[in-house]
């Protein structure tokens, strides 16, 4: 085990205590439903217990209308999940934001991602308009601010408990230019971002370069990295990323791959496999988070032949 990057705050998350104890990390994924049915919750949760120590909540990803990622987090707790709530700047102002922060905080969600979200444009509610009041800089900013000064945003303070976050933020080591992707990590980090969960990983070797580039500048000491991850489906599903998805690098030999597997699937999380135990070895990674896409049960069997499990218990 290693020693932890300085700066956490003790905020009661599992995902904090497994960092802050040199373990390496693993976090799910859970998209919430598109209706009001609090059962697909607890059906979904089904496959992440005894697997990893948190699970991310979405907000609206891809600018669809999904449960709110809040009230998604409470339902998950309620089946003995650590949830990691995404909050996006896209849809709220920083008056909406602090609130939901207070009422996430009151529920005892204390786990936290901020994002600027994807543009509605991506969406079905392409004629939305997008709020960006804040971006995720400012969003770490006033996270961090409630949490240790006591105050909101406007520098008016708080009246009673204030939120206890353990404060997140993403990374995409791929996009380009490259040399400015370490330096806007290094500025999230400035911002109060104490864990970090990056784009998926394909191309191991950028996302070496990129981590070399984070050590050199020390930041491996400050905030705990964590590889993302999407087990790939099939083929076109590699493809499809590749052309569609901003941010996205993806060798053709691994399309190639998937292309003469007898089952995509089954290779599939052979590639996801192999990539997280290349990733493992990258000094600097602190853990792997898992997005499976609509695709959850596989993630028991991804993480167990990793060779991630047990994972800790710490409470």
């Given at each position: 085990m290693t020693e932890r990057p300085t700066g956490h705050t003790n905020t009661n998350s599992n995902l904090e205590r497994v960092l802050a104890a040199g373990e390496f990390a693993v976090c799910g994924e859970l998209g919430p439903p598109r209706s009001a049915d609090a059962e697909v919750i607890a059906d979904h949760a089904r496959h992440f217990h005894g697997y990893v120590d948190a699970v991310n909540i979405t907000d609206n990803q891809t600018a669809i209308v999904r449960m709110s990622s809040i009230a998604a987090g409470a339902l998950l707790r309620e089946v003995g999940l650590e949830p990691v709530i995404q909050m996006t700047c896209r849809d709220r102002n920083r008056l909406a934001q602090q609130a939901d922060l207070l009422g996430a905080a009151a529920m005892g969600l204390n786990t936290l991602l901020c994002l600027s979200g994807d543009h509605q444009v991506f969406g079905d509610e392409d004629t939305a308009r997008n709020v960006y009041d804040i971006d995720s800089m400012h969003l770490l900013q006033?996270?961090?601010?409630?949490?240790?000064?006591?105050?909101?945003?406007?520098?008016?303070?708080?009246?009673?408990?204030?939120?206890?976050?353990?404060?997140?933020?993403?990374?995409?080591?791929?996009?380009?230019?490259?040399?400015?992707?370490?330096?806007?990590?290094?500025?999230?980090?400035?911002?109060?971002?104490?864990?970090?969960?990056?784009?998926?990983?394909?191309?191991?070797?950028?996302?070496?370069?990129?981590?070399?580039?984070?050590?050199?500048?020390?930041?491996?000491?400050?905030?705990?990295?964590?590889?993302?991850?999407?087990?790939?489906?099939?083929?076109?599903?590699?493809?499809?990323?590749?052309n569609n998805v901003s941010g996205m690098r993806i060798p053709e030999e691994l399309i190639r791959r998937m292309s003469g597997a007898q089952d995509p699937k089954e290779e599939g999380i052979q590639i996801t496999v192999e990539i997280i135990q290349q990733v493992r070895e990258i000094e600097g990674v602190r853990g792997v988070h898992i997005m499976p896409i609509m695709w959850e049960s596989a993630l028991p069997e991804i993480v167990s032949r990793a060779g991630l499990t047990p994972r800790p218990d710490l409470s």
């Open positions: 006033m996270v961090r601010k409630m949490r240790d000064d006591r105050q909101f945003m406007s520098g008016t303070d708080l009246e009673g408990a204030e939120p206890r976050f353990f404060v997140g933020a993403a990374a995409n080591p791929f996009a380009d230019p490259f040399e400015f992707r370490v330096v806007r990590l290094a500025k999230k980090v400035a911002a109060g971002a104490e864990f970090i969960q990056t784009q998926a990983v394909y191309d191991v070797d950028r996302f070496a370069r990129w981590m070399e580039a984070a050590r050199d500048m020390g930041l491996h000491e400050k905030v705990s990295i964590m590889a993302g991850l999407v087990p790939p489906k099939s083929a076109g599903a590699l493809r499809y990323m590749k």
